[in-house]
C-alpha cells in the first residue's frame, strides 16, 4: 500500500494535484476536509473533541487502508510542530500495517496563495476563503517547512499545474504504470 500524503498551506492546491494524481494512479482520494466534515456538524472547530475525533477518523481509515492494501492519496494542511505528533502516528501506524508513507510538500509565492485562496468552491468547502484569513493564519502557523526527519518531495506549484505536479510525484515515487 502506498499512501501519498500531500502536505502545505491552505490554498497551495493540494486537493487539485490530489485529484489529477487519482487520475494518474487510480489511487483513492481521502482529502483533508472528510475527516473534518464528519465532525463538524457536531462539534466546533478548536473544540476538543473535534480535534480529537478527527485524528481518530483519519489514522482509522488510513491505517485500514494500509491494512486491506488500499493506495490512498491524502491531504493536509501541516503546521510544523503543532502537527508533529499526528504525522508521526499516522506515518508510524501505516508503516507497521505494511504501508509506505511518501510525503510531498506544495509551497508556492505568497502572493498566488493569496489569489487562490479567494474562490466559491473554497468557501462552499468551509476552507480558507479570504486574503485576510490566510495572512493569519500563514502567520500564526510555520507552514511552509518540510515534516522533519521525513523525506518529502518538494513541489513549488506557483508556476506548474496540478497534473504536472501530480506527474512529478508519480514519477519520484514510482507510482504510475508502465
Known amino acids: 500500500m502506498n499512501l501519498v500524503y500531500i502536505y502545505g498551506p491552505p490554498g497551495v492546491g493540494k486537493l487539485a494535484v490530489a485529484t489529477e494524481l487519482a487520475k494518474l494512479t487510480g489511487y483513492k482520494l481521502f482529502h483533508n476536509h472528510f475527516s473534518i466534515d464528519c465532525v463538524l456538524p457536531v462539534f466546533s472547530f478548536g473544540m ?14 488510513l ?3 494500509a491494512r486491506q492494501d488500499v493506495d490512498v492519496i491524502f491531504t493536509f494542511v501541516y503546521a510544523r510542530d503543532v502537527d508533529d505528533p499526528i504525522v508521526t502516528a499516522i506515518d508510524e501506524q501505516v508503516t507497521q500495517a505494511g504501508g509506505r508513507v511518501c510525503f510531498v510538500q506544495l509551497v508556492c509565492d505568497q502572493e498566488t496563495l493569496e489569489q487562490r485562496v479567494v474562490g466559491e468552491d473554497r468557501t462552499r468547502m468551509r476552507k480558507i476563503d479570504t486574503v485576510e484569513r490566510i495572512q493569519r493564519f500563514v502567520t500564526q502557523y510555520e507552514l511552509f517547512t518540510p515534516i522533519p526527519g521525513r523525506e518529502s518531495l518538494s513541489i513549488d506549484n506557483t508556476n506548474v499545474a496540478p497534473d504536472e505536479a501530480a506527474r512529478q510525484i508519480g514519477e519520484h515515487y514510482g507510482l504510475l504504470a508502465t
Open 48 to 61: 476538543e473533541p473535534f480535534d480529537r475525533l478527527v485524528q481518530q477518523i483519519r489514522r482509522m481509515v
Open 63 to 65: 491505517t485500514e487502508a
